[in-house]
């Protein structure tokens, strides 16, 4: 069994950016891919950026490539997702997610609020 827990969320302007980090506990993650995800109101969880076990693959949706940094400490049991330049659209609640496939994560965090003001 894995924990996940978010954090590094908050409220900012458009431009500006935040650091989310994901800790695990229970098992180390060295041997799952990582993941974040993000939901709004009456949306669908979607995509957002993956790395593979090894840290050597990361993924991103087209809306944060070039904007958003993924990656993971395995010594520190954590994931990091590194977002610059945030837009008003970015805002949603992040969750981290851990898998052997990450289009079918394992485990889930209960995410944090991420809001851009314009």
């Known amino acids: 069994q894995v924990q996940l827990v978010e954090s590094g969320g908050g409220l900012v302007q458009a431009g500006d950016s935040l650091r989310l980090s994901c800790a695990a506990s229970?098992?180390?993650?060295?041997?799952?891919?990582l993941g974040w995800f993000r939901q709004t109101p009456g949306k669908e969880r979607e995509f957002v950026a993956a790395?593979?076990?090894?840290?050597?693959?990361?993924s991103y949706a087209d809306s944060v490539k070039g904007r958003f940094t993924i990656s993971r400490d395995n010594a520190k049991n954590t994931v990091y997702l590194q977002m610059n330049s945030l837009k008003p659209e970015d805002t949603a609640h992040y969750y981290c997610?851990?898998?052997?496939?990450?289009?079918?994560?394992?485990?889930w965090g209960q995410g944090t609020q991420v809001t851009v003001s314009s």
């Open positions: 997610a851990a898998a052997y496939v990450i289009t079918t994560p394992n485990y």
């Open positions: 229970g098992r180390t993650i060295s041997s799952y891919a």
């Open positions: 790395i593979s076990a090894s840290g050597s693959s990361t």
